[in-house]
């Protein structure tokens, strides 16, 4: 008699434990689901929201000398006395590893002129 007992609540804990399983599964979908869809808005709300940032007052550049570029920096300030690259961020995101190549080739000054002419 003891043994079909035990038996029995080894099934019902075999039984448990898939049922937490399958569940504890299906929430790893749904918060997996959840982070893209997440991760996703925030690219979309960075894109548009670089796109407005030029006229904001608070620039330190004039929106008139901004020209947008997109990609892989968001754009180039042509002031008087200087040459502004400029990259827009939004919360807490980062530089993309080619942005951070740029502004290390910024700082070293390995920014070049060049006057191609077609012939």
Known sequence: MLVYVLSFIILVLAVLVFILFKKASSLEAKL?????????????????????????????????????????IDGVAFEQDEIILCEFKASDSGLSDIQKRIKKLVEEKKVKWLEFRLR
Not at 48 to 61: A, G, H, N, R
């Open 32 to 72: 997996e689901e959840t982070l893209f869809t997440k991760r996703s808005q925030s690219v979309k709300y960075g894109k548009i929201t670089e796109q407005f940032v030029p006229f904001l007052d608070d620039l330190p550049f004039s929106a008139e000398n901004f020209r947008f570029l997109g990609s892989p």
